[in-house]
Every structure is written in C-alpha cells, then in structure tokens.
C-alpha cells in the first residue's frame, strides 16, 4: 500500500538523486563546457545560481526523507507540494529558453514529473488531514 510516509521517501530520495545529478552537470558544464549546462562555462553568475538550486534541492531531499519518519507529515507534503507549484511555475513561464535551446523534451519529462509530484504530496496533504480529525486511518 503506499503511503504518505513512502511518497516522502520515495519524493527525498528522487529530489536528493536529482539534485546532485544536476549539480555535477552544472560543473561539468561550467568546467568543460559539455552537455546541457555547457552554456554556463561563459556565464558565472547562472553557474553560481543553477548550483546553488541544485544543492538546495538535494538539501531539501534529505529534510524530506528525514521528516518522513514524523507522525505528524501534513507541513512536509504541503511543502513538498509547493515546490512542485513552484517549479512548474518556472518552467512554464520560461518555457522559450527549453525551446531556444532545443530541450522540448527535458521540459515536457520535467514539467511532468512536477505535476505528478505535486498531485501525490497534495492527495496525502489531504489524506493526512482526515486521519488527524480521526476520519480515515492511515
């Protein structure tokens, strides 16, 4: 059965995995000027900004992960909610830099993913507040 303690799990180790994935490729990018991040070897600033993100969403796994033992976790998927919320936000509204750089795909795959993500941490957000009122156990 999944629950709302295994989406906060499955949701830190996904955001710890990606987090750190990304930070690499921003300085393999920055370094060696390869792969998608390669436009950030001439561009310190976005390099600073892009592994800043990146650090902060593998930190942000781990609290997740770590919270996921708590009995009370409504604060942990309405805020993993709204990182989602937030992040779609992002791609949407900068949606011309995927198409400029010819990562349709990565956003869509992206996108995606956020808005699975999003749905899930709110469902259980919900689903926690009806076992909190004794409605439903978990």
């Avoid at 059965?1 to 920055?30: D, E, N, P």
């Avoid at 436009?39 to 592994?51: D, E, K, R």
Wanted: glycine share 8%; net charge positive.
């Amino acid at each position: 059965m999944i629950t709302g303690q295994r989406i906060l799990r499955f949701h830190g180790i996904l955001l710890c995995i990606t987090g750190s994935l990304l930070y690499m490729a921003t300085i393999v990018g920055k370094l060696y000027n390869l792969g998608m991040f390669a436009f950030l070897a001439g561009n310190p600033v976005a390099s600073i900004g892009f592994q800043e993100a990146y650090a902060l969403i593998s930190i942000l796994g781990v609290s997740i992960y770590l919270g996921s033992n708590l009995n009370d976790r409504f604060h942990l998927h309405i805020l993993a909610a709204f990182i989602h919320v937030f992040l779609i936000y992002i791609n949407i509204s900068h949606w011309s830099f995927y198409t400029k750089l010819n990562i349709q795909i990565a956003g869509y795959i992206s996108t995606s993913a956020h808005f699975l993500l999003m749905t899930l941490e709110s469902y259980f957000a919900m689903f926690t507040i009806k076992i909190q009122k004794g409605d439903l156990r978990c």
